[in-house]
T-cell receptor, first 114, second 112 residues
Framework: GPKVLQIPSHQIIDMGQMVTLNCDPV?????FYWYKQILGQQMEFLVN????????KSKLFKDQFSVERPDGSYFTLKIQPTALEDSAVYFC????????????FGEGSKLTVL | QQQVRQSPQSLTVWEGETAILNCSYEDSTFNYFPWYQQFPGEGPALLISIRSVSDKKEDGRFTIFFNKREKKLSLHITDSQPGDSATYFC???????????FGRGTRLQVYA
């Protein structure tokens, strides 16, 4: 089936540093999402993105977070600066349509902040 | 407060048995309920889904039973196979585009 690729699969960084998580969504998809999963807990919605803009974001999407997809390249999640509580697995997803579209998830990027 | 609850947290069945995974929710505006299957090291993959206008959805060995009045649903996996061993997430969606509210998952182990 359609694949969403995420790079890196695992990143370890020191608190305060910047990190960029990359997502290569399904090629003809138009809507993009980031979810966060802390170990042992449920996945939680962070943000959705369409037509170059953030449509909605949750309370978890702190001011230190930003997303972009410059020129149809990777859809990225940037955290600057990172905090200890940002340690989690971040899942990217994409869908062809919005409200009723099926979400396809990547394998996740595990972020460890020391 | 958890909007979507799943039980049990883990479940073990023998090959050929029926596994029943439960899910309940709080928000009455939820109208679409996908179930995702996740194997270790992989992302969640859509398994089967149901809309709130239906009370049952079947796809092969997988069936969702939905009770709107009680805000409950369940996933039944008949003739369970060892390859079904995975974590199953119940999710719900309301109005926000692509915003799924997930439960914490049920880890299913099927023994041969």
């Amino acid at each position: 089936g359609p694949k969403v690729l995420q790079i890196p699969s695992h990143q370890i960084i020191d608190m305060g540093q910047m990190v960029t998580l990359n997502c290569d969504p399904v090629s003809n998809h138009l809507y993009f999402y980031w979810y966060k999963q802390i170990l042992g807990q449920q996945m939680e919605f962070l943000v959705n993105f369409y037509n170059g803009k953030v449509m909605e974001k949750s309370k978890l999407f702190k001011d230190q977070f930003s997303v972009e997809r410059p020129d149809g390249s990777y859809f990225t999640l940037k955290i600057q600066p990172t905090a200890l509580e940002d340690s989690a697995v971040y899942f990217c997803a994409s869908s062809l349509t919005g409200r009723t579209g099926q979400l396809y998830f990547g394998e996740g990027s595990k972020l460890t902040v020391l | 407060q958890q909007q979507v609850r799943q039980s049990p947290q883990s479940l073990t069945v023998w090959e050929g048995e029926t596994a029943i995974l439960n899910c309940s929710y709080e928000d009455s505006t939820f109208n679409y309920f996908p179930w995702y299957q996740q194997f270790p090291g992989e992302g969640p993959a859509l398994l089967i889904s149901i809309r709130s206008v239906s009370d049952k959805k079947e796809d092969g060995r997988f069936t969702i039973f939905f009770n709107k009045r009680e805000k409950k649903l369940s996933l039944h996996i008949t003739d369970s196979q060892p390859g079904d061993s995975a974590t199953y997430f119940c999710a719900a969606r309301a109005q926000v585009v692509g915003q799924l509210t997930f439960g914490r998952g049920t880890r299913l182990q099927v023994y041969a």
